[in-house]
């Protein structure tokens, strides 16, 4: 008997609006509990620097350090992490840094100008980052990969300083993610984790460098520090739990759909995987694959908790109702497993990440195949991107006017200014205004 019983809609009923609102429905809300921690945390890292963050990472992390110089990794310690690896996993994080690198140089936005027929030059300054700060997780799991994605794209936007903090609870390191971190080119490493880590990278301790900008992903007590520090600092994102939907015709193979709905299905037990489709007999065939692969996860009481809770099947008439459906929904991740991806693709407005046909799974976008794994979640795709270059360079204006058309633009302003009864701006814009003689 089968021990995964996903929601069954249906596109075409008339409360289907309703079904999908209550299946999308979710708030990451941190409770009282945590909230009051968090502060907590912050306030110390603020007040005390080194002296609250070393008492922190004592005592979540269990370990026993003395001084707040032995919480960062000398240069040698990263560079020998590439020892501490076999070939095997060398050679992937290398191939998949170099594709990564080579997506991602595309993105790269570079100053531009131009000059108005009255001669004022106007254009646009980019300018990279100075300082950013990377929280890699380090408890349940390790992600080498999210180094990866996180620190590329800023080496390659010109950051002059990356910041990696990652815990290691009872002082065990992970050697991949060390690894990644040397590959990438992080500039600085701390064994720190949680909301202390995140309190030290936006206010600085006497040995954390206070950081720009912070990306990366965490648990609640990491997401909630975040949201408490912004505007301090600017972040990547509030990321929810990860998101897959799969719009198949009917004709993979059941045994790939069925793997990659429990691809995001074993990050968490808020996961959430969904299959939109046209075909009841394809669809019975998927859920047949569910049941005979699940017993073969290692994850499989994570993925059964995720395919029970958030899960779903979605049947549709036509594959353009799935187009609407994928719009609605707005995914994290959306695999077009049809015949034809590229005559949908068009009509695809809201996904963070797109897999065209059958042959491209979401496990080689989370790894290597080039474009960032970091990813809205949670509907916020329908405004915002992954994470890229774009998100480490800044745009600075640049206005320069000759005395002519300061004359000329003067004059607009000041009527403008008065307008708005700020006669300061009006006065300042007039004194450029040349008599006329």
Known sequence: MSTITMKYLNASDTDFEEKLERLLAWEMVSDTEVVATVDEIIAAVKNDGDTALLEYTNRFDRMQVEKASSLEMTPEQIVQSLDAISAEQRQALEKAAARISRFHEHQKQESWSYTEADGTVLGQQVTPLEKVGVYVPGGKAAYPSTVLMDVIPAKIAGVDEIVMTSPTPDGKINP??????????????????????????????????????????????????KRSVFGLVGLDMIAGPSEILVVCDGLTNPDWVAMDLFSQAEHDEHAQSILVCPDDEYIQQVLQSIDKLLPTLERREIVTASLNARAAIIKVKDLAQAVDVCNRIAPEHLELSVENPDALLPSIRHAGAIFMGRYTSEALGDYCAGPNHVLPTSGTVKFSSPLGVYDFQKRSSVIHCTAESASELGKVASVLARGESLTAHARAAEYRIKERG
């Not at 701390?190 to 936006?202: C, D, E, K, R």
């Open 176 to 225: 991949l993610v060390l690894a990644a971190a040397a590959i990438a080119g992080v500039d600085r490493v701390f064994t720190v984790g949680g909301a202390q880590a995140i309190a030290a990278l936006a206010y600085g301790t006497e040995s954390v460098p206070k950081v720009d900008k912070i990306v990366g992903p965490g648990n609640i007590f990491v997401a909630t520090a």
